[in-house]
């Protein structure tokens, strides 16, 4: 079988068409019908693997080599078979607990993925903010130096592997699906930006991984509407915020009139500069800022 057939069959379901048309002769002598009752196999990529396997010239058609190959896929099917099973019985041990269930309530997070993020991650109070977590997972950008030249790196390979190879497959999933409108949304502006296509996953995975910490350090599960909520109240606060300023602008106050300690109090904080911001907020939306949730140019 030549590598674009192989390749075809990796694309698809590679141990289930292999186990079953293991040479390009049966691949023929099947046809597109038959291939397409193979799961996750369309019309279109049947008819693709038809034609590729009717233009091979492997020489590998025999009959040994056919049911060497039949063999070792069902062995693997098998194998796939136990480990799913493997992975069923780790989320069993686990979705009584209120973590992993919320975990597993993020678009793009499935019950595996919330076992391993959760046996991985284990008591979230040890991460004092989200940009902790994320240095622990090994995913908060690298700054390499070599002489005079300096560049960033996307990661580096420090932290939890585990952690970075799951976010990455549910990274992927919510971008290919789109159902988690906070990672797509990020992907999208990176990549008008010009972003290199990993550089963008990679601060994807990084507003995951904060958006993990915010649900699971606030016992909440995920809304994907959150972030555009709290953009919208913090545009109406910031709103009001102004606007006694700009009543009171121009207006001045004789502080040594006989007043109440409340009225002197408002008058004061009506001609007072406005103080900084409170604590960043520990929720889902804690990464709204241009640095963390990966607009920046280093990243």
Request: glycine letters at 6%; aromatic letters at 6%.
């Amino acid at each position: 079988m030549n590598r674009l057939l192989r390749r075809s069959f990796l694309l698809l379901n590679p141990r289930l068409g292999l186990s079953q048309y293991p040479t390009p002769d049966q691949v023929l002598e099947a046809g597109p019908e038959a291939l397409t009752e193979i799961p996750y196999v369309t019309e279109k990529k049947a008819t693709r693997i038809v034609e590729t396997a009717r233009t091979s010239v492997a020489s590998q058609t025999d009959e040994d080599t056919a049911l060497t190959l039949s063999l070792t896929a069902e062995d693997l099917l098998r194998l796939e078979k136990r480990i799913d099973r493997l992975k069923e019985r780790l989320w069993n041990r686990v979705r009584d607990r209120r973590a992993p269930r919320l975990l597993a309530s993020i678009e793009g997070i499935g019950k595996w993925s919330a076992a391993v993020l959760y046996c991985e991650i284990g008591d979230i109070t040890r991460f004092s903010s989200a940009k902790k977590l994320i240095a622990y997972a090994g995913l908060d950008p690298q700054r390499e130096e070599s002489g005079d030249i300096a560049r960033e790196k996307t990661t580096g390979k420090q932290g939890n592997a585990h952690i970075r190879s799951v976010l990455y497959g549910c990274v992927t999933a919510a971008i290919r699906n789109s159902t988690n409108p906070p990672v797509r949304d990020l992907y999208d502006r990176l990549k008008e930006r010009g972003k290199h296509q990993k550089v963008a996953e990679v601060a994807c995975m990084r507003k995951l991984l904060a958006i993990v910490y915010g649900c699971w350090s606030n016992n909440e599960r995920f809304d994907p509407t959150y972030e555009k909520r709290l953009k919208v109240r913090q545009a109406e606060k910031k709103s009001a915020a102004d606007s006694p300023r700009e009543e009171n602008a121009g207006k001045s106050f004789d502080m040594s009139a006989p007043v109440s300690r409340k009225e002197a109090k408002k008058r004061r904080k009506a001609t007072s500069p406005e103080k900084g911001a409170g604590p960043p907020a520990r929720g889902q939306g804690a990464f709204l800022d241009e640095h963390h949730n990966g607009d920046s140019a280093s990243e």
